[in-house]
């Protein structure tokens, strides 16, 4: 039976009041609102224009290369990117990364690399590029971090040579608001004939009006490819993102062409081939409308937030912010200098800020192969929108701090112990579909999560080994999704 519009309407108003508020501030990940109405009407008007357009074949559609030549020609002006840098729209900074990845690769092999190349890059890089290095056959080699999230120069540059790639550089890393040395790290890449990203995903369109920071874009000669994201601090609607590379013998290797079937001629700039406009369209109407002086307004409110967070951490009693951040991003962790009874657990803060109405996100701690263990943190992305209500914000993460103060972390040994005793061990067996089901019942994980405290699930996650705990939150996402 078919159903009236508005009912099917009314339907999805229903289940959006279920969601997290994508408006307002009080979600400090996934989301980024500018706080401006103006700019939501705009992008909906752009989007809602463009809507039947297939970006597939810019010759039919002539607008789509139009906006990709004015979104890619901002975004070279603002990574300070000559005229030899050239580039492409993407459906997101995942998408970037991959295609960064398989360029570097191609172009390795073609400069006569033999065998499995290698992709380096901090451990703090974003896990795009490990899905990268399984989807296009690179071995991934993450260098370690010192305990406060940060990588040292001497550590990447010991990881170079000949069966190298690429290696990647942050700006900023998303756990931990680091920014990487990316100057030099691209000049040692440079001496040595490696290829050097910039993940700028995140921060991309944030940093270029950030005071007091080092350069990190094209203006360092030995960076080869950058890539932003508009819908994070372009704050475009997903999914859309910019991918630039110095020359176009590099950016020409991330293509797709065949003329080798008897349909029509297929070239694909991206991945994808079949595109939507509509993200398109409102991430150019976005930038036209802002200009640089819009992103510079934007981003100093950002800059105050981040500024007012970190005076109130410091004044909070057993909680620490994470290495030196820079951008939007921030991590707090429980100050090990203090007594247990002092601390504050950053996960059980995240559970107790959400019940105050505010989402953080739970960042489990890890163990790298040196030994070294970067702490379990509560990720902080700002807004704009967030200075608005930033007193209510500190008041609230002053109060959660209160609440939670001395309660030692969560500890899955128990649950951890009896897996173990089932082969689900180090080096043992890895749970499927059905099994993987039990346990998270067992651990009381099930499909109504979405208010459910957290620590108790990152602890698992931290404690288990990776393939285990892998499989496991591969299994709760299954099932959230699959028809009951």
Same mark, same amino acid.
């Given at each position: 039976m078919n159903a009236e519009a508005g009912g099917v309407l009314d339907r999805l108003r229903r289940l959006r009041a279920a969601d997290a508020p994508t408006h307002g501030g009080r979600v400090l990940s996934y989301v980024y609102d500018p706080g401006r109405d103006d700019l939501d009407a705009l992008?909906?008007?752009?989007?809602?224009l463009a809507r039947p357009v297939n970006a597939l074949d810019p010759t039919v559609f002539p607008s789509v290369a139009a906006m990709e030549r004015d979104l890619v020609g901002f975004t070279k002006r603002m990574l300070h990117a000559g005229r030899c840098v050239v580039g492409s729209v993407t459906s997101g900074g995942t998408e970037s990364c991959l295609l960064a990845v398989k360029t570097a690769r191609d172009l390795w092999r073609a400069a006569g690399g033999d065998g499995r190349p290698r992709l380096v890059a901090p451990v703090t890089a974003h896990a795009a590029f490990q899905k990268a290095a399984r989807l296009f056959d690179l071995d991934w080699d993450p260098v370690p971090c010192g305990p406060d999230g940060a990588v040292r120069l001497e550590d990447v540059v010991a990881r170079l040579g000949p069966d190298v790639a690429l290696v990647v550089v942050s700006a900023p890393a998303y756990p931990t608001g680091a920014l990487d040395p990316v100057r030099a790290v691209a000049g040692a890449a440079r001496a040595r004939g490696i290829a050097c990203h910039v993940d700028a995903c995140f921060g991309g369109f944030a940093l270029p009006w950030w005071p007091e920071l080092p350069a990190w874009d094209f203006r360092?000669?030995?960076?080869?490819?950058?890539?932003?994201d508009l819908h994070k601090f372009g704050y475009a609607p997903k999914g859309i993102s910019v991918l630039l590379h110095r020359g176009r013998h590099r950016q020409r290797a991330q293509f797709f062409a065949t003329t080798r079937w008897p349909g029509y001629p297929v070239v694909n700039p991206t991945l994808l081939g079949s595109r939507s406009a509509s993200p398109l369209a409102a991430a150019w109407a976005i930038t036209q409308h802002l200009g640089r002086a819009g992103y510079a307004e934007l981003t100093a409110a950002i800059v105050r937030t981040a500024s007012g967070i970190r005076s109130a951490v410091d004044a909070i009693p057993g909680l620490v912010m994470l290495g030196d951040p820079v951008g939007p991003a921030l991590a707090l962790a429980a100050d090990a200098t203090v007594p247990a009874a002092g601390r504050?657990?950053?996960h059980h803060l995240a559970d107790a800020l959400t019940r105050l109405g505010w989402r953080v996100q739970h960042q489990p701690g890890l163990r790298q192969p040196n030994g070294i263990r970067l702490p379990r943190t509560a990720h902080l992305t700002l807004t704009p929108v967030l200075e608005?209500? =930033?007193?209510e914000f500190l008041g609230a993460l002053a109060a959660a701090s209160d609440q939670v103060r001395g309660r030692p972390p969560a500890d899955a040994g128990a649950l951890v112990g009896? =897996?173990?005793?089932?082969?689900?061990?180090e080096g043992g067996r890895v749970p499927g579909p059905r099994a993987a089901w039990t346990l998270l019942r067992l651990a009381g994980v099930g499909r109504d999560t979405a208010d459910r405290p957290m620590a108790t699930l990152m602890a698992l996650v931290e404690a288990l080994p990776a393939p285990v705990a892998e499989a496991l939150l591969s299994e709760l996402l299954a099932r959230l999704s699959q028809p009951r």
């Open positions: 992008a909906d008007a752009a989007a809602s360092v000669a030995g960076v080869t490819s950058v890539s932003a504050v657990d950053p608005r209500s =930033l007193p009896m =897996l173990a005793a089932l082969g689900y061990r």
